[in-house]
């Protein structure tokens, strides 16, 4: 026993001296910094990168402010240029130039025209294109003069989709109203029978 206790304690030993070796090699027992003072760098170090970029920001913001003074002073000197160059304008006269005039007149004579016509005449069977071969106009400013008319009240009268255009006096237009408000409800081939039989084409 006493053989087997002395071989445990040599084998304890040798352990330890090879644990104690190992740590030594790994630097465990060298003189490590305090932690405090490690911490007092990295903070220091902290700060000063923190000032660092303080003072980038101060200087972006800086030209900022110098570009910006800079924007502000072109746009006051280029509004007193405008101002100063605007005094030397003067608007001496306005009006309406003379060929802009003659033409609103011959526009106007023109619609005095047409509204003569097509009351004369009071259903075009050719649709418009009696009144463009009349007064040397294309259909469809035709339709434009005949839509202009019925909109400003000097004509009366229906205008169908293929450009066909009768004339209606006030007394058939009331006839035909008065019609559908004693009648009520009408269908369109009623309704087509008595514009016939009121409606009269000269």
Not at 31 to 54: D, G, H, K, V, Y
Not at 174 to 189: D, F, P
Request: negative net charge.
């Amino acid at each position: 026993m006493n053989t087997d206790a002395v071989l445990l304690a040599i084998a304890v030993i040798g352990l330890v001296t090879t644990f104690g070796i190992t740590l030594y090699l790994v630097g465990y027992f060298r003189s490590a910094p305090e932690p405090t003072a490690q911490r007092r760098q990295m903070r220091a170090s902290l700060i000063a990168a923190s000032f660092r970029l303080e003072a980038a920001d101060a200087d972006e913001d800086a030209r900022e402010a110098e570009l910006e003074a800079m924007r502000l002073h072109q746009e006051v000197k280029a509004k007193a240029d405008f101002e100063r160059w605007r005094a030397f304008m003067s608007v001496e006269d306005t009006g309406v130039d003379a060929a802009m005039a003659d033409d609103e007149s011959a526009e106007s004579e023109r619609l005095h025209a047409v509204a003569e016509y097509v009351q004369v005449r009071r259903r075009m069977h050719r649709s418009n294109s009696q009144v463009a071969a009349e007064f040397g106009l294309r259909t469809e400013a035709v339709k434009d003069h005949i839509e202009k008319l019925v909109a400003s009240g000097r004509l009366s009268g229906i205008l169908d989709d293929r450009g066909k255009f009768i004339t209606l006096s006030d007394d058939e237009m009331n006839a035909v109203a008065l019609h559908i408000q004693r009648k009520g409800r009408v269908t369109l081939h009623e309704l087509g029978l008595e514009c016939n039989r009121l409606i009269h084409v000269d």
